[in-house]
């Protein structure tokens, strides 16, 4: 059996990069998937790749922006299970520029995303994940709500954020059966990390910056949700995980 044998499991921003890679993880561990993703076809493309190996996913499309959606999301689960034992909070964005630079519409936009919608999909997600007796919630945060560098401000404040909200609701909703941690991961070859790893100056001067001398891979990222997800960890609650190859403790 898997580790997630028989798991029902719900993952935002599932149709590329960390997102993608934990669905297929929880997948071929036995749980089933909600695939979900504001792009639809990228959610389905995903959930296809599941049902080809043998797992079980259904695609559903959702902007975690917008109530009716995350609500609509939360009640597909709810008509087909009745309950969610995984949810994770994995939709994110990024707007680069000098503080000075970025407008109220970037600073709005990556709050939305990033904040915003852990707290709409884990609030609408709670009934569901209480029903479970024995549910595990895990958000995407970063060595960023750290680890500061420049020009991204928006997206190192909103990371920082989920971290505390994390330890809040660990505290919170343990009286339900439902613990909360995160994941602090560092640089790995994504979409969203595609734009700046392709220059080779940069790409070098992170990997030197890494005592592993590499980047991650998303399915490294994988398999540290994984456990923060699995009864493995049913006494960890309130936690952060880094899984950055070293990077924030090295000098």
């Known amino acids: 059996m898997g580790r997630l044998e028989g798991k029902v499991a719900l993952i935002t921003g599932a149709g590329a990069g960390l997102g993608r890679a934990i669905a297929i993880c929880f997948a071929g561990e036995g749980a089933h998937v909600f695939v979900t993703d504001r792009d639809g076809d990228s959610a389905k493309a995903v959930a296809g790749e599941i049902a080809e190996t043998g797992g079980q996913a259904n695609a559903l499309t959702a902007d975690i922006t917008k109530l009716a959606d995350v609500k609509a999301m939360v009640e597909a689960v709810e008509d087909a299970f009745g309950r969610l034992d995984i949810l994770v909070n994995n939709a994110g964005v990024s707007r680069r520029g000098d ?3 970025l407008s109220d519409e970037d600073w709005a936009e990556v709050v939305d995303v990033n904040l915003q919608g852990v707290v709409r999909s884990t609030r609408e997600a709670m009934g569901l994940l ?15 709500e750290g680890r500061h560098i420049r020009q991204i401000s928006p997206y190192s404040t909103t990371k920082a954020a989920v971290a505390a909200l994390s330890r809040s609701l660990a505290v919170e909703c343990a009286s339900m059966g439902i613990r909360v941690n995160y994941l602090c991961p560092g640089y790995v070859e994504t979409a969203l990390t595609a734009r700046y790893l392709r220059n080779p100056v940069i790409r070098e001067g992170l990997i030197a910056q890494t005592p592993l001398r590499r980047l991650a891979e998303p399915e490294e990222i994988a398999m540290a949700a994984l456990f923060l997800a699995s009864d493995e960890s049913s006494y960890v609650t309130g936690e952060g995980l880094t899984v950055d190859g070293g990077m924030s403790i090295a000098l």
């Not at 209480?130 to 960023?144: F, P």
């Open 99 to 101: 503080f000075k630079d």
């Open 130 to 144: 209480k029903a479970s007796g024995k549910a595990s919630v895990v958000n995407l945060a970063s060595i960023m």
